[in-house]
Every structure is written in C-alpha cells, then in structure tokens.
C-alpha cells in the first residue's frame, strides 16, 4: 500500500501579513474617533448639568416673586439690577469671594430688568458659564469659559 505524505493545512505568511494589514486598517479610524467621543460626551454631560443649575435658577425666582424680597433657595435678590452665583458640582451655592471660583463648577450672572411694557414683570437673564476657576471675579462679565448656557424668563411680580 502506498501511504501519501500528510499536508499541513494553514495560513501562509503572505496571507496572515494582509489580514493584519486589513485589521489594522479598519481599527486606526476607530480607536482616532474614541476622544472625540468622549469629549462630546463630556460636553453633553456639563451641558446636562448647566441646564439644571438654570432651571433650578428660573424656578427658585418664580417660587419668590415679590419685588425687593430674595429667593429663598439662592438667596436671590429679586430686583432690578446684576448679580452673579457660584455654584459647586452638586447645585448648591458657594459662598466667600476669595473661595468662590476655586471651589465652584458653574458660574450664573443673571441679569434682572424691569419690563418696559408692564410694570408687573421683570425680564430675568441667565447666563451659565463653565468652569467657574476661569472668571472668578464677580465684578466683571464672564469671558474666558469653554462652555455656556443661555436663557431668559419672565417673573410675574405682584
């Protein structure tokens, strides 16, 4: 009886070479996009909680709306005229000039006018600014933050 030589079966050099080539190829792209992702998920996330400082902002003024009174959350004045917040990653308001930008996330400048067609509303402006370490004086407007939120609300004062 004749016996035949085995053959191995497998992948050729060549062959595993192009494959690597084919794998690495598809991946570069992939693992280039992974900061990209993360940073918008970063963005949307500061964004999220920018939203939320507003909101709580705009809703604590409407719960209060006497005019020369505060608000009884954030110590708000409600009154014609500007005022600026500093506010920690978990809502509440941070106190002291010299601790406030260093120990806050957000910065809130609102903006509080009379309405000029009825006497009974003010126009309030909300302006969130992050981070907070980036303007910490409250003196002067914000300028140098990566990121913002804007709104506007009316308060019905009677």
């Known amino acids: 009886m004749k016996s035949f030589p085995q053959r191995r079966s497998g992948f050729s050099l060549i062959e595993v070479t192009l494959a690597l080539g084919v794998v690495s190829f598809c991946l570069v792209p992939l693992f280039a996009l992974l900061p990209l992702g993360m940073n918008t998920s970063q963005n ?15 809703a ?78 409250s003196a002067t407007p914000p300028k140098n933050f990566s990121g913002s939120y804007e709104t506007a609300t009316t308060l019905n004062c009677f």
């Open 60 to 137: 604590d003024l409407q719960a209060s709306p006497i005019i020369g009174g505060t608000s009884s959350r954030f110590g708000i004045p409600v009154q014609s005229g500007s005022s600026t917040l500093f506010i920690a990653q978990d809502g509440s308001v941070v106190t002291g000039s010299r601790t406030a930008g260093l120990s806050s996330k957000y910065r809130a400048t609102l903006t509080i006018s009379p309405d000029a067609s009825d006497t009974t509303l003010l126009k309030v402006w909300i302006f969130v600014t992050w981070p907070a370490l980036a303007d910490p004086s």
């Open 44 to 58: 949307a996330s500061q964004q999220a909680a920018a939203t939320e400082v507003a909101t709580a902002i705009s």
